[in-house]
Nanobody, 127 residues
Framework: QVQLVESGGGLVQAGGSLRLSCAAS????????MAWFRQVPGKERDFVAA????????YYVDSVKGRFTISRDIAKMTLYLQMNSLEPEDTAVYYC????????????????????WGQGTQVTVPS
Protein backbone atom coordinates (compact mmCIF):
# COMPACT_ATOMS: atom_id res chain seq x y z
CA GLN A 1 0.00 0.00 0.00
CA VAL A 2 1.40 3.36 -1.04
CA GLN A 3 0.90 6.40 1.13
CA LEU A 4 1.14 9.90 -0.31
CA VAL A 5 1.46 13.02 1.84
CA GLU A 6 1.33 16.48 0.30
CA SER A 7 2.78 19.63 1.82
CA GLY A 8 3.74 23.15 0.83
CA GLY A 9 0.36 24.72 0.25
CA GLY A 10 -0.59 28.11 1.66
CA LEU A 11 -1.72 31.63 0.99
CA VAL A 12 0.24 33.59 -1.61
CA GLN A 13 -0.41 36.84 -3.44
CA ALA A 14 -1.02 36.86 -7.17
CA GLY A 15 2.27 36.65 -9.03
CA GLY A 16 3.94 34.75 -6.23
CA SER A 17 5.33 31.23 -6.04
CA LEU A 18 4.85 28.04 -4.06
CA ARG A 19 6.43 24.61 -4.22
CA LEU A 20 4.29 21.63 -3.38
CA SER A 21 5.83 18.35 -2.26
CA CYS A 22 4.39 14.84 -2.19
CA ALA A 23 6.26 12.28 -0.12
CA ALA A 24 5.60 8.64 -1.03
CA SER A 25 6.08 5.64 1.23
CA UNK A 26 5.20 1.95 1.17
CA UNK A 27 4.52 0.00 -2.00
CA UNK A 28 7.14 -1.83 -4.04
CA UNK A 29 9.98 -0.90 -6.29
CA UNK A 30 7.64 -0.92 -9.28
CA UNK A 31 7.75 2.12 -11.49
CA UNK A 32 5.09 4.68 -10.79
CA UNK A 33 3.49 7.32 -12.94
CA MET A 34 2.69 10.35 -10.78
CA ALA A 35 0.57 13.43 -11.16
CA TRP A 36 -0.94 16.50 -9.59
CA PHE A 37 -4.64 17.26 -9.74
CA ARG A 38 -6.61 20.12 -8.22
CA GLN A 39 -10.16 20.66 -7.09
CA VAL A 40 -12.32 23.60 -6.08
CA PRO A 41 -15.53 23.17 -4.07
CA GLY A 42 -18.45 22.02 -6.16
CA LYS A 43 -16.33 21.11 -9.17
CA GLU A 44 -14.60 18.02 -10.48
CA ARG A 45 -11.01 17.21 -9.72
CA ASP A 46 -8.92 18.43 -12.66
CA PHE A 47 -5.61 17.32 -14.07
CA VAL A 48 -2.68 19.71 -13.61
CA ALA A 49 0.55 17.87 -14.46
CA ALA A 50 2.02 14.37 -14.71
CA UNK A 51 5.43 12.75 -14.98
CA UNK A 52 6.62 9.27 -15.87
CA UNK A 53 8.85 7.33 -13.48
CA UNK A 54 11.98 8.08 -15.43
CA UNK A 55 10.92 11.66 -15.96
CA UNK A 56 11.10 11.32 -19.71
CA UNK A 57 7.45 12.13 -20.25
CA UNK A 58 5.88 15.23 -18.75
CA TYR A 59 2.40 16.57 -19.35
CA TYR A 60 0.69 19.82 -18.33
CA VAL A 61 -2.76 21.23 -18.67
CA ASP A 62 -2.63 24.23 -21.00
CA SER A 63 -3.52 26.74 -18.29
CA VAL A 64 -0.33 26.08 -16.29
CA LYS A 65 2.20 25.61 -19.09
CA GLY A 66 5.12 27.98 -18.66
CA ARG A 67 4.20 28.67 -15.02
CA PHE A 68 4.27 25.27 -13.27
CA THR A 69 7.02 22.65 -13.30
CA ILE A 70 6.57 19.05 -12.18
CA SER A 71 9.61 17.07 -11.08
CA ARG A 72 10.54 14.13 -8.93
CA ASP A 73 13.41 12.92 -6.78
CA ILE A 74 13.38 9.14 -7.03
CA ALA A 75 15.92 8.66 -4.25
CA LYS A 76 13.75 10.68 -1.87
CA MET A 77 10.53 9.24 -3.33
CA THR A 78 9.18 12.74 -3.55
CA LEU A 79 7.16 14.50 -6.22
CA TYR A 80 7.24 18.29 -6.59
CA LEU A 81 5.19 20.98 -8.24
CA GLN A 82 6.88 24.35 -8.57
CA MET A 83 4.20 26.96 -9.14
CA ASN A 84 5.22 30.42 -10.35
CA SER A 85 3.21 33.46 -11.44
CA LEU A 86 0.26 32.22 -9.45
CA GLU A 87 -3.19 33.51 -10.33
CA PRO A 88 -6.45 33.58 -8.36
CA GLU A 89 -7.72 30.88 -10.74
CA ASP A 90 -5.07 28.55 -9.31
CA THR A 91 -6.84 28.54 -5.94
CA ALA A 92 -7.75 24.92 -5.15
CA VAL A 93 -6.91 21.88 -3.10
CA TYR A 94 -4.00 20.16 -4.81
CA TYR A 95 -3.77 16.38 -4.76
CA CYS A 96 -0.89 14.06 -5.51
CA UNK A 97 -1.66 10.79 -7.31
CA UNK A 98 0.28 7.66 -8.21
CA UNK A 99 -0.26 4.74 -10.56
CA UNK A 100 1.94 1.60 -10.43
CA UNK A 101 2.15 1.34 -14.19
CA UNK A 102 3.22 3.13 -17.29
CA UNK A 103 0.57 5.52 -18.52
CA UNK A 104 0.40 6.72 -22.06
CA UNK A 105 -1.35 9.39 -24.01
CA UNK A 106 -4.46 10.84 -22.47
CA UNK A 107 -4.45 8.31 -19.63
CA UNK A 108 -2.22 10.68 -17.70
CA UNK A 109 -5.08 13.13 -17.28
CA UNK A 110 -7.68 10.57 -16.19
CA UNK A 111 -8.61 10.34 -12.51
CA UNK A 112 -9.44 6.66 -12.92
CA UNK A 113 -5.90 5.85 -14.06
CA UNK A 114 -4.49 6.46 -10.57
CA UNK A 115 -4.63 4.04 -7.66
CA UNK A 116 -3.30 6.13 -4.82
CA TRP A 117 -4.11 9.66 -3.66
CA GLY A 118 -2.88 12.02 -1.00
CA GLN A 119 -5.08 14.00 1.35
CA GLY A 120 -4.58 17.29 -0.47
CA THR A 121 -3.03 20.64 0.34
CA GLN A 122 -4.80 23.98 0.01
CA VAL A 123 -3.42 26.70 -2.24
CA THR A 124 -5.08 30.11 -2.00
CA VAL A 125 -4.32 33.05 -4.27
CA PRO A 126 -6.56 36.01 -3.32
CA SER A 127 -7.98 38.13 -6.12
Amino acid sequence: QVQLVESGGGLVQAGGSLRLSCAASGGTSASYSMAWFRQVPGKERDFVAAISWGGTRIYYVDSVKGRFTISRDIAKMTLYLQMNSLEPEDTAVYYCAAAPRFLSGTDYARLQAYDYWGQGTQVTVPS
